[in-house]
């Protein structure tokens, strides 16, 4: 069956830095798009950024983009997200899912997905 276990998470303080990691099984790994996604409590799910399978394009939010770096390993069947200079409204639950790019955006509409793992602010 298709998992996602997403790791990574933690406390951090504003302008601090996490890798989250998101191992993936029960698919073709390096035949799908990854792309990570943040929920907070009362709003829906967001997509963050993606990665393409076949060239390794990568999109992001603004709100990402020069702080965020995705990757993905495929001998790992893994997807990362690099996040530095982290801001309070960085803070949520962050998910990774497959089929995640929707032309240059990133598609929130995943077939599976995993518990999740939390980003939390500190002061």
């Known amino acids: 069956e298709v998992q996602f276990v997403e790791s990574g998470g933690g406390l951090v303080p504003a302008g601090g830095s996490l890798r989250l990691s998101c191992e993936a099984s029960g698919f073709v790994f390096d035949d799908y798009a990854i792309g990570w996604f943040r929920q907070t409590p009362g709003k829906a799910r967001e997509g963050i950024s993606c990665i393409s399978t076949f060239d390794s394009r990568t999109y992001y939010t603004d709100s990402a983009k020069g702080r965020f770096t995705i990757s993905r390993d495929s001998a790992k069947k893994t997807a990362y997200l690099q996040m530095n200079a982290l801001k309070p409204e960085d803070a949520g639950n962050y998910f990774c899912?497959?089929?995640?790019?929707?032309?240059?955006?990133?598609?929130?509409?995943?077939?599976?997905w995993g518990q999740g793992t939390l980003v939390t602010g500190s002061s």
């Open positions: 899912a497959r089929r995640a790019c929707l032309g240059s955006t990133v598609d929130n509409t995943g077939d599976h």
